[in-house]
């Protein structure tokens, strides 16, 4: 028989310090959607408990009834805190309510909703104007976290490189290699989504830069890739020195490429973040160059084993790998005999 009173007045002690907040608070630390689901809560207790009290005590139910009805119109209200609470809400978009309203806002952050109020911005032809604000600026801003969340990943993606053998420098390690690939594919498509949003105007440049690097990444890591492999096939090759002296032109050019390959790699071991990679603005085209290279040593390679071949014809029935063994062992000629 107690309990619906005790309720009660729990209640009705909550809301007098409650809608105190909400009325004369400023609007600019209000959450919208703590106060709607607070004011909800509060509406279905009173609700409830002013029909278990109507026959108990018809003054603690006509209590009840008053704070239902206060609750009312707090909830008619809440579009207009809903607009004017917003964290997506930025100056160009006050400057927007501003003209609606007719009178300053954003710039006072005192301001509360008995002042919007008596300014006369509860009214229902301005509020839906300012709530089609508030929605813009709030799909704005989802843009805005996503693009934030993309960046804030990648400060923690790193290359993650081993030592190779004994040669005294490190190759790109195959798993890091995959997830970066994945991570690369998923937010490529997410800011090509983002960027044909009709709400994405305003952070146009940001995602364009975001693009530029995610496309940077992906270049420089299919460049990467390239020359690891080029560089594992051909550095055991050009380390025979029967293979040096009898492709000097080709050795030139592959202890060229070996160096740059060297210093990259120990730039990457010591500095391995993906975003500090991408600020080494000439690396890419560094690669590239050094793929090019790579190719014209392979391409003159295959011609000379090709004139071994012609001298030799059985040398046709071996793989390139088993004729560049039998090359670099000169000094061995019963080398060819297995």
């Known amino acids: 028989m107690f309990v619906p009173f005790y309720k009660l007045w729990g209640v009705a002690y909550h809301y007098s ?3 105190q907040r909400w009325r004369k608070g400023p609007v600019c630390q209000l959450n919208a959607e703590e106060v709607e689901k607070t004011i909800g809560d509060m509406w279905r207790e009173v609700y409830k408990l002013g029909k278990q009290l109507e026959d108990l005590s018809p003054l603690a139910s006509k209590m009840a009834l008053e704070i239902k009805l206060q609750l009312d119109q707090l909830k008619h209200d809440l579009p207009l805190l809903t607009a004017v609470c917003n964290p997506g809400l930025r100056q160009r978009h ?3 309510m501003t003209e609606h309203v007719g009178f300053t806002l954003g ?3 005192s301001m ?3 002042d919007l109020l008596k300014m006369g911005a509860g009214d229902s032809e301005k509020v839906l104007l300012l709530s089609a604000v508030s929605e813009q600026a709030r799909k704005e801003w989802s843009i805005e976290k996503n693009l934030k969340a993309m960046r804030e990943l990648w400060t923690h993606v790193s290359y993650s490189t081993s030592a190779y053998k004994e040669t005294g420098t490190h190759v790109l390690q195959g798993a890091c290699v995959e997830e970066i690939q994945l991570l690369l594919d998923d937010q490529t ?3 090509q989504t983002m960027r044909s949003s009709p709400y994405a105007k305003p952070l146009v440049a940001s995602l364009k830069a975001w693009e530029d690097f995610l496309r940077f990444t992906s270049a420089l890591l299919e460049e990467w890739l390239k020359m690891q492999s080029s560089w594992l096939y051909l550095e055991p090759i050009f380390s025979s020195e029967d293979i040096k002296t009898q492709m000097p032109g080709e050795a030139a050019k592959f202890q060229t490429v070996d160096d740059l390959w060297r210093e990259h790699m120990t730039q990457a071991n010591a500095s391995p973040r993906a975003v500090d990679m991408a600020k ?9 160059g050094g793929n090019v290279v790579l190719d014209e040593i392979q391409k003159g390679l295959s011609a000379y084993l090709e004139t071994k071949r012609l001298r030799f014809p059985r040398f046709f029935f071996l793989a390139d790998e088993e004729l560049l063994e039998i090359l670099a062992e000169t000094k061995d000629p019963l080398r060819v005999q297995p």
């Open 280 to 288: 080494r603005s000439t690396l890419l085209e560094t690669l590239v």
């Open 107 to 109: 710039a006072d952050a």
């Open 112 to 114: 509360s909703m008995f």
């Open 17 to 19: 310090k409650a809608q």
């Open 94 to 96: 006050w400057n927007q």
């Open 189 to 191: 498509i997410k800011t």
